[in-house]
């Protein structure tokens, strides 16, 4: 696939939806249709100027690619929040 990055900005909470303690980024993405990306499935992965190690936490949804930010709440965390970061072309 080839991206083409543009930060919107726009964020997302994601609320967990089962009583698991501390479950991966991924499960709770998963339940509302997000999927996990590699960065070695981007093609011009080496020509993106990432923004610290945001291409370690892809996630993407249709043809849009966001990045993991952050847990929400204390410890045992509610959700997780994602930012928008790019477009998938193809």
Known sequence: MIVEINRTGKRVNLLKTNKALCPFVTEIAKQYGYF???????ENYKSIEWEGIEFNRLLRKENT???FNNWIGEYP???IEIEEIGTIII
């Not at 996990?36 to 981007?42: E, G, K, P, Q, Y």
């Open 36 to 42: 996990n990306v590699s960065v070695l499935d981007i």
């Open 65 to 67: 690619l966001y990045r």
């Open 77 to 79: 965390f509610t959700g």
